[in-house]
């Protein structure tokens, strides 16, 4: 029989059994022959043996009385990777592949993890997040011995045997011994006992009642595995179930007293799959628990950093040393606030039992003026308690290029580089141009700076967006005002081992430098072009008198940019809050606007104006970097006290 016939004699003879008949007569054809998927799309004149031809329908028989194909075959794709399936466990579907991407986009480039994986089954998750969590450790349990047979079979099919750790176990019953994960992963049974008789033929007759039924409303499993999973998770630790389609909000409720970031997860059909949560740390505690802890971490850390055995391992010595030096500001904000908390109790003591007038007098005038510095403390705190930008003591690179606006958007583009450059120079910063594309009347097209110094990013991330000028360009003979934008990226620096980049994903092109000529300009191929084919990012640097210069620096930015664009595929809501700030370089999107003929500055996101425009263009920013920095921490503030 030839791969044609083939097709449409099983296609006919499935199609009352199979929402997808054509799909599973193929899995059939493969499995039992050599050919390859495209000899059954452009080779299927080709002939299947007799033999071969009589095992595959005998397998469409046994298909038509209900069997799972997957069964049938014994195995399944998942992940992009081969599972053995059977009787014992529940076949991996491609929903359960939405659980693993979140996890792998929450973890990115993280190592060295603990997992717990619970009601493994086939193993199909514990696998692939081994597969691609580097380093990490893994704990599957299932109550199912013969399940855990064939988990272990895929592990060692899959090449990650020595990553997963194996243990029979009714949830957490026989794990008293395995100390905290940093993840519990669970796909347990969430199918109502009620609803286990409506299920498709094949899924009640075939796949295991064991990993079916959740009980009487189906969410059985849920209520005990988040119970015991707050005794498991370290600190900030992540719960993440696959769960049926009505069942979001039922389990969200359940989180919500030990858990925060509780996010719900919809499929390709909008229906609910995946709820995950962070552990909540501080439970039940005030955040005066939280500063009580820290400030007994900071003594803990001031007799370690004492240590003559710390001391000469510089390895920990260094790391105590930076967690030392990272929480002081907040114990010592702490303590001012705990000295002024006194202050205000004594002072209400005094008002309360003294009969002295004077002497009372003196302490109503210590308690309104302890009452008014212990406000400012506490908001003092609170910004010191704000999660830490991890990118915030990195250096930066600057991309400033025209916007809408010809001729004048260039030389006003010129104008904020200037200023920024000014400003780095001012406070020791260093300053060094990677590339620069002039335009015809002494303005850019595009350029792009390094710049060096402690606290760049953190001082300067704010001042992505889109820049919007308004003045009399020289050439305007009638004296109009004319609107033109500029905009501005803040990339942080990123290290080598937080982006990878392969030599054969890149195309190194070089070429002569454009500019006004002069010495080692425009006579030699120093300018250096880099393109990542995978992402289809461009790089060009020129600035340098070299071409090793030039690509290193190419390089930089190229890296800079693959992480910026790596974070935001990971978090749309990132990419939505760039886009807002960036914005198109239209007129009308814009975070700041300086207008010449009013001599004023102001800053939409606050918002603010300053009347002194020509210091600001000289250099002299501070003050607006610093109410704009706060405008974003009280934001911050907002949401978290939602």
């Not at 500019?515 to 120093?526: K, L």
Request: charged share 30%.
């Amino acid at each position: 029989m030839k791969i044609k016939q083939m097709l449409e004699f099983g296609m006919k003879e499935l199609e009352s059994f199979s929402d997808n008949p054509r799909n599973e007569i193929e899995i059939l054809i493969l499995e039992y022959t050599n050919f390859k998927r495209i000899d059954l799309i452009v080779n299927v004149e080709k002939e299947i043996n007799d033999e071969i031809s009589d095992i595959i329908i005998k397998k469409i028989n046994i298909r038509k009385s209900g069997m799972p194909i997957q069964y049938i075959v014994e195995n399944q794709e998942f992940m992009g990777l081969k599972f053995k399936v059977n009787k014992n466990v529940l076949i991996p579907r491609q929903d359960t592949e939405i659980l693993i991407d979140k996890i792998l986009a929450m973890y990115f480039k993280k190592e060295n993890l603990r997992v717990l994986d619970i009601g493994t089954g086939s193993g199909a998750i514990a696998i692939s997040l081994a597969k691609h969590l580097k380093n990490s450790e893994i704990v599957s349990v299932d109550i199912s011995a013969k399940a855990l047979e064939i988990a272990e079979e895929n592990a060692l099919l899959n090449g990650v045997l020595d990553q997963i750790k194996f243990i029979k176990s009714d949830l957490f019953e026989n794990l008293t011994d395995e100390g905290k994960f940093d993840i519990i992963v669970s796909n347990p049974p969430y199918i109502k006992s009620e609803d286990i008789e409506k299920l498709q033929v094949e899924i009640k007759r075939h796949e295991p009642n064991l990993a079916l039924d959740g009980g009487e409303d189906g969410l059985d499993f849920y209520k005990r595995i988040s119970k015991e999973a707050i005794k498991y998770l370290i600190d900030n630790g992540l719960l993440a179930y696959e769960i049926g389609f009505d069942q979001g909000e039922d389990i969200k409720k359940m989180l919500l007293n030990d858990f925060y970031n509780i996010e719900i997860i919809k499929d390709f059909q909008n229906l609910d799959r995946v709820v995950i949560g962070i552990k909540n740390s501080w439970k039940r505690c005030t955040v005066f628990d939280k500063l009580d802890f820290i400030e007994k971490q900071y003594q803990e850390l001031n007799f370690k950093i004492s240590d003559p055995k710390i001391i000469a391992n510089q390895t920990k010595f260094q790391k105590y040393i930076k967690d030392h030096s990272e929480i002081r500001p907040i114990v010592e904000k702490y303590r001012e606030y705990k000295e002024l908390k006194n202050a205000i109790e004594e002072a209400k003591e005094i008002l309360s039992e003294s009969k002295d007038k004077e002497f009372k007098e003196l302490a109503k005038m210590e308690l309104d003026e302890s009452l008014e510095q212990i406000a400012i403390v506490e908001q003092d705190l609170k910004i010191l308690l704000l999660p830490k930008d991890p990118n915030d003591d990195k250096n930066v690179i600057m991309e400033v290029r025209a916007g809408a606006g010809g001729d004048e958007a260039g030389l006003f583009a010129a104008e904020i580089l200037k200023m920024y450059i000014s400003y780095a120079e001012k406070v020791g910063w260093k300053v060094e141009m990677l590339n620069t594309r002039i335009s015809g009347v002494g303005g850019i097209k595009e350029a792009s700076v390094m710049i060096e110094g402690k606290g760049a990013y953190s001082r300067l991330k704010f001042e992505s967006g889109t820049h919007r000028v308004q003045r009399v360009p020289d050439t305007e003979s009638s004296g109009r005002i004319h609107t033109s934008t500029a905009t501005v990226a803040i990339l942080p620096e990123v290290d080598d081992v937080e982006i990878e980049i392969k030599q054969n994903d890149i195309r190194v092109d070089v070429f002569r430098s454009s500019g006004n000529g002069g010495q080692s300009v425009n006579t030699t191929d120093s300018a250096v072009r880099i393109t990542h084919n995978p992402s289809g990012l461009v790089v060009s640097c020129q600035d340098g008198k070299s071409q090793i210069k030039n690509k290193e620096q190419a390089m930089r930015v190229l890296k800079a940019r693959l992480y910026e664009k790596e974070l935001s595929e990971q978090n749309k809501e990132i990419e939505a809050e760039r886009r807002s700030q960036v914005g198109s370089g239209d007129r009308s999107a814009k975070i700041r606007t300086y207008n010449f003929p009013q001599g004023r500055i102001t800053d939409h996101r606050v918002p603010i104006t300053f009347h002194r425009l020509e210091a600001f263009m000289s250099g002299e920013i501070d003050e607006m970097l610093d109410i704009v920095a706060t405008h974003f921490q009280a934001e911050t503030l907002k949401k978290l006290s939602k």
